[in-house]
């Protein structure tokens, strides 16, 4: 019997929320299985660990069709993150939010209206997770 979607789990093993990568069962522990952290990235300080997280949560929020209010909330304190990457990154995000929430016709909106801020998107590779 063939059962290709057995196969094909246990040739392709788990995506590590940390690195991004794909690997094999055995890249993980029991508890790295849980939490979709790979071995190697649990040895990471926990702070690398958070900024690593925090930057993939605000490039998600260029990502969403609609920045809400919750998500502004959340951009506020991350925007006053001790980790100064995390701060402008979360700063930058909440610029946009305030223009236009809605990702529809956000970017020509900014062409338009806020060139300065269009221009710290492609700097800092936002622009990559909003798509054009
Ligand atoms: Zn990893």
């Known amino acids: 019997m063939y059962y290709p979607n057995?196969?094909?789990?246990?040739?392709?093993?788990?995506?590590?929320?940390i690195c991004g990568s794909l690997?094999?069962?055995?890249a993980f522990s029991g508890k790295g299985h849980r939490t979709?952290?790979?071995?190697k990235c649990a040895r990471l300080p926990k702070e690398k660990r958070e900024e690593i997280e925090?930057?993939?949560?605000?490039?998600?929020?260029?990502?969403?069709?609609?920045?809400?209010?919750?998500?502004?909330?959340r951009?506020?304190?991350?925007?006053v993150s001790p980790n100064e990457q995390i701060a402008a990154l979360a700063?930058?995000?909440?610029d946009v939010a305030e223009i236009k929430p809605y990702k529809k016709r956000r970017?020509?909106?900014?062409?338009?209206?806020?060139?300065?801020?269009?221009?710290k998107?492609?700097?800092?590779?936002?622009?990559?997770a909003h798509g054009w």
């Open 54 to 73: 925090c930057k993939d949560e605000i490039f998600n929020y260029l990502r969403q069709s609609h920045i809400s209010d919750k998500n502004v909330s």
């Open 91 to 94: 700063g930058i995000v909440l």
């Open 23 to 26: 690997k094999p069962n055995e």
């Open 121 to 128: 998107l492609e700097e800092t590779g936002l622009i990559l």
């Open 36 to 39: 979709h952290v790979c071995k």
């Open 107 to 119: 970017l020509k909106e900014l062409v338009k209206k806020r060139r300065d801020i269009l221009h």
């Open 75 to 79: 951009l506020r304190k991350l925007s």
């Open 6 to 17: 057995t196969i094909m789990k246990k040739r392709c093993g788990h995506y590590c929320r």
